[in-house]
Nanobody
Framework: QVQLVESGGGLVQAGGSLRLSCAASGRTFSSYVMGWFRQAPGKEREFVAAISWIGDSTYYADSVKGRFTISRDNAKNMVFLQMNSLKPEDTAVYYC?????????????????WGQGTQVTVSS
């Protein structure tokens, strides 16, 4: 089992940057595929990015490709989401999540563990 705690959210102007962090408990962090999802008010939670167990594979939603970068540090049990060129439509609560299989990495229902979320607000 793993517990996830996100941090790094906040208020930023359009065009700015934020770096989200997700700290994981447990000694088997490297056994998990990690993902970032987000949920804007009145909308369904959506996939943002995913990273494989050792970080050699990544995948992004089209809406963030080229602006966001997911990375991980297995020695520190951490996963990150670097967000650049932020837009007002990026405003949402951002969640990190963990699953053991790479299959269906973009599907919210396939993730086993979730953090509590961190708010990101981008002003225009």
């Amino acid at each position: 089992q793993v517990q996830l705690v996100e941090s790094g959210g906040g208020l930023v102007q359009a065009g700015g940057s934020l770096r989200l962090s997700c700290a994981a408990s447990g000694r088997t962090f490297s056994s998990y595929v990690m993902g970032w999802f987000r949920q804007a008010p009145g909308k369904e939670r959506e996939f943002v990015a995913a990273i494989s167990w050792i970080g050699d594979s990544t995948y992004y939603a089209d809406s963030v490709k080229g602006r966001f970068t997911i990375s991980r540090d297995n020695a520190k049990n951490m996963v990150f989401l670097q967000m650049n060129s932020l837009k007002p439509e990026d405003t949402a609560v951002y969640y990190c999540a963990a699953k053991t299989s790479w299959r269906d990495y973009g599907r919210m229902g396939k993730y086993d563990y979730w953090g509590q979320g961190t708010q990101v607000t981008v002003s225009s």
